[in-house]
């Protein structure tokens, strides 16, 4: 086999480095990241609870919508924990106001009709709700994705409020 001679030029420079990642402790403390994490782990009780039983009907809406909300949420979470949220391409030079429409519109809306439906489904099964009723009842988990539903979406509020009393007082961060 034949060598090739070195290249005549050093290869370019690779992208600058970017600061290495660690956690933004002020937002893990702040308000909102304590509302954060509860939403998360509302909204996780919320569609493992669905999840977990069986359920048809309106209620693929509501699991949807509790997955949608919570994957979002997620991903702002950890975006604004890494304090990488200027890496999103348009949302990250606006991210209070990102927030403030995710939690308002998203957050609120959506979890506040999953509760609804939830709500209304366990409302249907009280009937198995008796003692000697010996048939499986799906009303416990109904009303438990409605009660987890209806305080997440209530975190949800308060958190959108909170961005929005920032955002009025001329504040463009989060923390």
């Known amino acids: 086999m034949a060598r090739t001679a070195p290249p005549a030029a050093p290869p370019p ?6 600061g290495s990642l660690s956690l933004h402790g002020a937002y893990l403390r702040s ?19 669905v ?4 359920y048809e009907g309106a209620a693929h809406f509501a699991l949807f919508a509790a ?26 030079s606006r991210w209070l106001l990102t927030n403030l429409v ?38 416990s988990a109904y009303l438990s994705a409605s009660v987890c539903g209806g305080i997440a979406a209530c975190l949800y509020l308060f958190s959108g409020l909170y961005c929005l009393a920032r955002r009025c007082r001329d504040q463009r961060d989060i923390i």
Request: glycine fraction near 14%.
């Open 102 to 139: 995710h939690d308002l519109a998203l957050g609120v809306g959506l979890y506040a009709a999953a509760t609804g439906i939830m709500g209304y489904k366990a409302g249907r099964k009280s009937y198995c709700n008796l003692p000697g009723y010996s048939q499986h009842c799906l009303y």
């Open 31 to 49: 308000p909102l990241g304590l509302l954060r994490l509860g939403q998360l782990a509302l909204g996780a009780a919320f569609w493992v609870t």
């Open 13 to 18: 420079p690779g992208p600058p480095a970017r």
């Open 67 to 92: 997955v949608l909300v919570w994957l979002l949420t997620l991903a702002l979470f950890g975006l604004s924990l890494l304090g990488r949220w200027a890496l999103v391409p348009w949302l990250g």
């Open 51 to 54: 999840a977990a039983h069986k």
